[in-house]
């Protein structure tokens, strides 16, 4: 399963490409704004830190508008992969990119209709946001297993971008069911690597070599 990280964070995304997990990033308007820096800039500069798709969403409601800030967006640089609602217009400028050979991340997804409309339209990536589902009182993972059930019974090539992604659990579930990708806040990526049992681990380990009195270097 591929590792995106859901931020504009600069720092974060240096740290997290410097341990060799990172696939890609995600953005939406909401964490661009949590950056503080402009948009085109701060994107850019993510482009150059990580070889993956970074995605970057459009804010047109409209086909024709959504396909101009598109066109912006795709100069940024060659790795840039637009992000659209899942809405009519959307999907419209979804089939009109990737049939240009432009990466699409389709975002808002909430049902596993609407992911199945995605994929009819050459989606590159579907974008179903688990933990938003489950904060209405849907099951996020129920989710992701009809996406996956669905585009394997149909042999769609979109790949499922689990997003929204809240907790370790979530991680766990989508490498289970076999979502191609996850994306998730730098917080949460760290989080996989804890364990108590490794900290107490290392804790044993130093108190005993310490014991020896000696050092490799
Ligand atoms: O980038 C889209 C998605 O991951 C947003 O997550 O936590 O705002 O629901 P969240």
Not at 76 to 79: H, K, L, V
């Given at each position: 399963m591929k590792f995106f990280a859901d931020t504009a964070d600069i720092d974060d995304i240096k740290e997290l490409a410097a341990t060799g997990l990172l696939d890609g990033v995600t953005t939406n308007p909401s964490l661009i704004a949590k950056s503080g820096r402009d948009f085109m800039e701060v994107t850019k500069e993510i482009c150059s830190i990580v070889d993956g798709p970074v995605s970057a969403e459009v804010v047109a409601l409209d086909h024709e508008t959504m396909m101009k800030e598109a066109e912006v967006l795709r100069k940024?640089?060659?790795?840039v992969c637009i992000k659209v609602p899942l809405t009519i217009d959307g999907l419209k400028t979804c089939k009109a990119l990737t049939e240009d050979g432009t990466m699409v991340n389709v975002t808002l997804c909430f049902s596993a209709n609407q992911a199945l409309l995605a994929a009819k339209a050459g989606a590159t990536f579907i974008s179903p946001f688990v933990g938003r589902h489950d904060d209405n009182g849907f099951n996020g993972m129920e989710l992701i297993e009809d996406i996956r059930l669905i585009y394997d019974n149909y042999m769609f090539e979109t790949e499922i971008l689990v997003a929204s992604v809240r907790h370790v659990t979530h991680v766990l579930e989508s490498a289970r069911i076999g979502a191609d990708v996850m994306t998730a806040p730098p917080k949460v990526i760290k989080a996989l690597f804890n364990h108590v049992l490794t900290d107490k681990g290392i804790e044993g380990f130093l108190k005993d070599w310490q014991a020896t009195g000696q050092s490799i270097v």
């Open positions: 940024i640089a060659d790795n």
